[in-house]
């Protein structure tokens, strides 16, 4: 399957999905993976994105993988990583909000570290909704 079968198999094409601009912005995936206690390695999300299950937003010095949800009641767009230049990310921000919205999704989601709280984020609509707690065991 080619990463553009598995974009529309996905919910229809994302901007920046291919394997050069994965390549292109693959330090900014690093650098949000390195907060991610390492449930999620950069093959395994070249290998979502190739398969569609996520979406590659690639900015020119930024980016954003999203994965769309599907709950029992609601389709969600969950913003899974994000990285890079805050100016750019946040003018990636409303295609893709749009882009989820025409795939069915009803809500945008995001977990992240806490310093997305001090981010453009909540001048945008976006307010903290839940705590994550999380120990070892």
Do not use: C
Not at 23 to 42: C, F, M, N, P, W
Not at 55 to 79: C, K, M, N
Not at 91 to 107: E, V, Y
């Amino acid at each position: 399957m080619t990463t553009a079968q598995a974009v529309e198999q996905a919910g229809g094409p994302a901007p920046g999905i291919g394997e050069v601009d994965f390549d292109r912005v693959s330090k900014y995936i690093e650098a949000a993976l390195a907060y991610g206690h390492e449930q999620l390695t950069l093959d395994e999300v070249r290998d979502f994105v190739r398969t569609g299950k996520y979406q590659l937003w690639a900015g020119v010095s930024s980016v954003i993988v999203t994965e769309l949800v599907d709950y029992p009641r609601e389709r969600v767009l969950h913003f899974t990583l994000a990285g890079g230049n805050q100016p750019e990310l946040r003018a990636m921000l409303d295609p893709i909000l749009a882009w989820g919205k025409s795939k069915g999704a009803t809500r945008a989601t995001l977990l992240g570290r806490l310093g997305w709280q001090r981010s453009f984020l909540p001048q945008v609509g976006w307010k903290t909704t839940r705590v994550v707690m999380e120990r070892s065991l």
